[in-house]
């Protein structure tokens, strides 16, 4: 993966636009566990950020979108912070690399895609990845995935404002096409995990997009992001060999549970609980018992609402009415929580018709339209924009 800008700039030629893309992504499981050290287990899916890259003229740094109207431009020693739209993304990225040194020619990116805004599936990490993809390739830098994924992360902690986790960075950039990617968050490991074994070779994600907006930068995540931190401090206290919640057992919270208050132990008792599902999860998807993945991924959700207390009731009743449909093995809340979408294992021949029953309980329930996607998981954005480039003739997915 080191040789990821050396495969970029082979493929560069004079001043006509580089073309980057990098996807979106949905969690299978592993929820709100990647800031303390646990494991998760997403995979890219095939909604698309594309980033234009061009010479500029004028010696300076411009930022557009298809999107938005507004146009950001700065030139290279401009150091001014956040002015609280789209464009803090792609500028938090350019001010990390500047921290770490890079000298990044003049330039004029330009945005587009299809990620769904605020649905829970990443857009900021698509766009940050893409920026930062598109960026070191024009400074002629290399970088692993690893420190791609982390100074996204910083872009948006420091930069933008919001708390997020390494997460969603990283399988944007590391994903690979037709695999869960299991990431421990505490160094960065991953494994790959196969969807094709056994019977998951005939089930299909489906995701389904509640509509309620979702936003880390809100106050919600930040609040759960806190309660989950003290408890560990106080884990940390107490049993001195603790690295941090990844490792903690039930025991140990339970030790603690007088010096806690309810919200905390409650959210640590989800994180622990979370972190024995994904490897629980990962014996069942390398088995491929989709039943067994299902009856994980509905449990889960259980904890998500009743301890972590990050679902909504629109969310509640798609996974309550999808867990009752033909051929759904399980269904869960996916991303931060607080609106966006569900991610439900379905058996394939019975996916129009989940889909139809959904959205028709959906709409009878609520008076709102979902919106579903049937998802492949598809290849990050350093497979992306490698393969484009080494001018492999097939499609990248
Ligand atoms: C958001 C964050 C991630 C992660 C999830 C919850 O998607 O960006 O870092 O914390 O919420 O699992």
């Known amino acids: 993966m080191n040789s990821l800008s050396d495969e970029l700039l082979s493929g560069r030629s004079g001043s006509d636009p580089q073309q980057f893309a990098a996807p979106a992504r949905v969690n299978l499981i592993g929820e709100h566990t990647d800031y303390t050290g646990g494991l998760v287990m997403p995979m890219a899916i095939p909604f698309t950020t594309v980033a234009q890259l061009q010479d500029a003229v004028d010696g300076r740094y411009t930022f557009s979108s298809e999107l938005f109207a507004t146009t950001r431009s700065m030139t290279p020693d401009d150091r001014s912070s956040r002015v609280g739209d789209w464009s803090d993304y792609p500028v938090g990225v350019l001010r990390e690399l500047q921290q770490h040194g890079l000298q990044i020619p003049p330039f004029e990116l330009r945005l587009s895609g299809d990620v769904p805004l605020g649905a829970g599936l990443s857009s900021s990490a698509s766009v940050e990845v893409v920026t930062a993809i598109a960026l070191l390739s024009h400074a002629q830098v290399t970088l692993s995935a690893a420190v791609i994924a982390k100074l996204c992360q910083s872009a948006e902690n420091n930069y933008v404002g919001s708390p997020c986790g390494i997460m969603d960075q990283f399988v944007v950039t590391a994903a690979t096409a037709d695999h869960a990617l299991l990431l421990n968050t505490r160094d960065l490991t991953f494994e790959l995990l196969p969807m094709n074994k056994g019977d998951l070779a005939d089930c299909r994600i489906v995701v389904a997009n509640s509509g309620v907006r979702h936003s880390i930068a809100g106050g919600d995540y930040g609040l759960r992001r806190r309660e989950v931190e003290v408890g560990q401090a106080k884990l940390r206290d107490r049993f001195s060999e603790l690295r941090d919640l990844g490792d903690a057992t039930l025991e140990q919270l339970a030790a603690c549970e007088h010096e806690l208050s309810r919200e905390s ?75 966006g979408c569900t991610v439900n294992l379905v058996n394939g021949t019975d996916v129009d018709e989940f889909i139809g029953a959904l959205t028709a309980a959906y709409r009878a329930g609520f008076s709102l339209e979902l919106d579903t996607y049937v998802c492949a998981a598809v290849n990050g954005a350093l497979a992306r924009n490698a393969a484009r480039l080494y001018g492999d003739s097939q499609e990248t997915r």
Not at 292 to 314: K, V
Request: hydrophobic share 35%; glycine share 12%.
């Open 265 to 339: 132990f409650r959210r640590c008792r989800h994180i622990i609980t979370e972190n024995r599902r994904v490897r629980e999860a990962r014996q069942a998807m390398l088995a491929g018992d989709p039943a067994r993945l299902g009856l994980i991924m509905t449990t889960a959700h259980a904890s998500e609402r009743d301890d972590f207390e990050c679902s909504i009731e629109e969310i509640d009743f798609l996974v309550d009415t999808a867990v009752g449909l033909n051929g759904c093995y399980g269904a869960r809340l996916t991303g931060g929580g607080f609106g």
